[in-house]
Nanobody
Framework: VQLQASGGGLVQAGGSLRLSCTAS????????MGWFRQPPGKEREFVAS????????LYADSVGGRFTISRDNAKNTVYLQMRSLQPWDTAVYYC?????????????????WGQGTQVTVSS
């Protein structure tokens, strides 16, 4: 599967952005999808995941209540709506396609990754 992420950019603290990730080459509707991010100088970390049908979502504690993951299986696209962005949300954001619904916060459970999109939040 190939993933193409978009929607990153520069935003002021308190602002919003919506990331999109379009998939091709796989049965999208049965694939768990996730968003991860890598802040400058830090390791990649889990942000959110969503089951194939969209009924089950999981969020990192740091983004819960501010970020919303959703998907449109008709468009083979997963979204990450980010609100109340803060400077510590600055990172390269990656979408990923998973191979299991078990522990979706584990990066090793994903076998396809998008190219990343930069999100920069200024104070």
């Amino acid at each position: 599967v190939q993933l193409q992420a978009s929607g990153g950019g520069l935003v002021q603290a308190g602002g919003s952005l919506r990331l999109s990730c379009t998939a091709s080459g796989r049965t999208f509707s049965s694939t768990v999808m996730g968003w991860f991010r890598q802040p400058p100088g830090k390791e990649r970390e889990f942000v959110a995941s969503i089951s194939g049908g969209g009924a089950t979502t999981l969020y990192a504690d740091s983004v819960g209540g501010r970020f919303t993951i959703s998907r449109d299986n008709a468009k083979n696209t997963v979204y990450l709506q980010m609100r109340s962005l803060q400077p510590w949300d600055t990172a390269v954001y990656y979408c990923a396609a998973g191979v299991t619904t078990w522990l979706p916060q584990i990066a090793a459970h994903y076998n396809s990754w998008g190219q990343g999109t930069q999100v920069t939040v200024s104070s």
